[in-house]
C-alpha cells in the first residue's frame, strides 16, 4: 500500500465512517440538565450537546450540529463512552481521551470504555485534525464543569491555534 | 497530446518552480490551491538571494552604494507594477504587507477623515473577510451604514442588482474583481461607473484578478485596487494598494514614523509626498524586489494565452466534476464569466474530509469557508473544497484531480444515483 494509503486508512479507519452514517445519539433533548454548544471556527464544525441527569451518572447523551467523519464520528463515540458514567467518571475519560490526542499517551493505557475511541489514535499523525477530535470532547468537559443548569447553554469555542 | 496546442508551455515554465518536483506521501505534488498562494519560480528566489547577498542596506537617505543601489531596486519595482496595472505614474504605487493591509489603510486614511454618520459604504455578499471587516469597523466608529448588493444564485454580481441597492449616500462602492470562493467575475468597469454616477469611488478587491488577467485601472476608471504579491509568483508580506492620485492626495496618512515624513517638530510634522506618505519605517525591502523579478516573470508571458490555459483547466475539471455526479458545483456555468476557480463539494461529505483524501494523493485543494462565511451562509454549507490554477498546471494534473475525487467517492461510500 503507497505511503499515503496506509496513512489514510490508519486516519479513517472503516469503524469511523460507520459511526459518521450511523443514527445513533443524534437529536436534541427536550428538557435536558445540561446543555452545551461547542464550534471550531476554524472549518465552521458545530456541536451542540444535551444530556440528562441520572443521580450521580450521565442520563441520555444527544447531538446536533455538523462536521466532518472525524468530528461525527468522535461525537457519538463519546456518547457510548460516557452515557450512564458517574460524573466524576466522565471527567476521568475525558481526560484520558484527551491524552491520548494531545499528550500522546499510549493506547494500551486507556481505560476500557474508550475501547472504541482507540479508533481515532490515527488522527495523531494528522495534527491539523486533532481539534476535529476534540470537539465534542471538550464542549462536554465544559457542560459538566458548568454543571446542571438548565436555563444557560455552555458555550465552547476552539481557539484558531 | 492536447497541451501542444496551448501557447502556455507548462512543462517547460514547471521546471522554473522546484517546489513543483516535490512528492507528497509518495506520490508527485499536485498544487490546485493557488487562489490562496501561488509556488515561486526560481527568478524570484533568485532575486532574494542575490539582493542579500550583493545589495543589502536600507533605502533612502543613504550616501553609500548599497544603499543607492536597494533605494534604485524598490524604485524599479514600484515602476514595474506600475507598467503591469497601467497606473498612470509609479507614486501612485503604495507598497503594503498584503491586499488585506491595502484594503484597511484606504478604511483608515480615506475613511477615517471622510465618512460621516450619514454616509454609506457598498460591499457584495461575497466578498472575502478582508473586504468585509475593515468597513465593519470602521462603520461601527463612525456611526455610517454598511449596505450588500446580494449575490445572484450562481455566486456572481450583477449590475443591475447593484444599481438597485446603491444609494446617494453611498461613499464607497468595494468589490471584489473575481470571487476567490466561486470563481464569478465581476463587470468591473460597469461597477466603477455605477459608483461613480452615484457619487461615489469605486475599491476593487483585484487580489484574484490581478495575477490572472490583464489589468489596466486607468481603463476601470477605478479609484483604488489592492493585490498580494504571493498570489502572483511573488513573495509574502507585499501587497499593493493602487490610488487615484487626486484621491491619494486628500487622504490622512496611515501609519507614522520615519519615511512618511518631511519635517518633524516636536509637537507636530508635515507629512511625505506620495507614495511614502503610505509607507512608514523600513520597507520589506527584499520583497518588493523579488515581487518585481516575479513581476518581470509573469510580464514574459501572453495573458490572453495565460487565460486561455486556465480556462482549458477549468473546463477539463468542471467535466470530470459533472461526469462524476454526486457533486454540488459553485459559480457561474458559464465558463467565459469565471476564472480558474472550480468550488465544489461531494455528496454529503465535509470539504476538510475531502480535502483529506486528496491529500493523500497529492492533490493540494483548499477546503472550509474561503474566509468568505456570509457567502457559505448564503449556500448554506459549512464549506467547500476549491481547486484553482495557474501556468504551471497541466490537464495531466487535472487527471490526478479526477483519481483523487474518485477515491473520496470510494473511500466514503458515495452511491451514485445517477
Known sequence: ?161 | MSRLAMAIDSERIRKDFPILSRTIRGKPLVYLDNAATTQKPNQVLESLRTYYQRHNANIHRGVHTLSTESTQMVDAARDKVAKFINAPKSETVIFTRNATEAINLVAYAWGRKFLTPRDEILLTEVEHHSNLVPWQILAQEKGARLRFVPVEADGSVSVETARRTITPKTKLFAFTAASNATGALSPVRELVDLAHENGALALIDGAQWVPHFKTDVQAWNADFLAFSSHKMLGPTGIGVLWGRESVLEEMNPFLGGGDMIQEVWLERSTYNVLPYKFEAGTPNIADVVAFGAAIDYLSALDFAELRRHELELTRRTIEILRNEGEITLYGPEDLEKRGGIVSFNVADIHAHDVGQIFDAEGVAVRVGHHCCQPLMRKFRVAGTARASFYVYNTLEEVEAFGRALKKVKEFFKVKSHA
Not at chain 1, 75 to 94: P, Q
Open chain 1, 1 to 161: 500500500m503507497p505511503e499515503g494509503d496506509a496513512e489514510l486508512a490508519d486516519l479513517y479507519r472503516d469503524v469511523l465512517i460507520d459511526y459518521y452514517r450511523s443514527p445513533s445519539h443524534k437529536g436534541k433533548l427536550e428538557t435536558p440538565d445540561f446543555h452545551s454548544h461547542g464550534v471550531n471556527p476554524l472549518c465552521g464544525d458545530e456541536v451542540e450537546l444535551t444530556m440528562t441527569k441520572d443521580g450521580e451518572k450521565i442520563g441520555q447523551v444527544r447531538y446536533a450540529g455538523h462536521g466532518c467523519v472525524i468530528s461525527q464520528a468522535s461525537t457519538v463515540m463519546m456518547a457510548e463512552a460516557l452515557e450512564g458514567a458517574e460524573f466524576g467518571r466522565a471527567k476521568v475519560l475525558i481526560e484520558n481521551f484527551r491524552d491520548m490526542l494531545l499528550r500522546n499517551a499510549p493506547i494500551s493505557g486507556l481505560p476500557e470504555e474508550l475501547e472504541e475511541a482507540k479508533a481515532l489514535e490515527g488522527v495523531r499523525k494528522f495534527p491539523v485534525r486533532i481539534k476535529c477530535a476534540l470537539l465534542a470532547w471538550n464542549t462536554m468537559k465544559l457542560g459538566l464543569d458548568q454543571g446542571p443548569r438548565k436555563a444557560e447553554t455552555a458555550e465552547y469555542k476552539e481557539s484558531e491555534r
